[in-house]
């Protein structure tokens, strides 16, 4: 069965950063466009950035603009988010996907996405 295998999560003070990397192997990643989600604990899961396949493009979150930044390597089969200025409500499990629908992202619909990984937990502490 395919799913992602996010990693790079971990411990972080306000204001650092963390690499995530996430990957699938057995998927060509550059057929998809790739959505990152995360959720706190008893919040909802929210889409926090999405790498368009076409142009590889990127959109983000209100909550993370200027801050995150999303690239893919199809020849590697990863796609990163890169997060700095991190802060404590950053915090939750992250999660990639890849939308099923769209090669274009437009939005985080989660019922367009699929073979999520596990996620990796950040955590943004003072």
């Known amino acids: 069965q395919l799913q992602f295998v996010e990693s790079g999560g971990g411990l972080v003070q306000p204001g650092g950063s963390l690499r995530l990397s996430c990957g699938a192997p057995?998927?060509?990643?550059?057929?998809?466009?790739i959505g990152w989600f995360r959720q706190a604990p008893g919040k909802e899961r929210e889409g926090v950035s999405c790498?368009?396949?076409?142009?590889?493009?990127?959109t983000y979150a209100e909550s993370v603009k200027g801050r995150f930044a999303s690239v893919r390597d199809n020849a590697k089969g990863m796609v990163y988010l890169q997060m700095d200025s991190l802060k404590p409500e950053d915090t939750a499990v992250y999660y990639c996907?890849?939308?099923?629908?769209?090669?274009?992202?437009?939005?985080?619909?989660?019922?367009?996405?699929?073979?999520w990984g596990q996620g990796t937990q950040v955590t943004v502490y003072s």
């Open positions: 996907a890849a939308n099923l629908m769209r090669r274009r992202c437009s939005g985080w619909l989660a019922h367009e996405f699929g073979y």
């Open positions: 057995g998927l060509t990643l550059e057929d998809y466009a």
């Open positions: 790498i368009s396949s076409s142009d590889e493009s990127a």
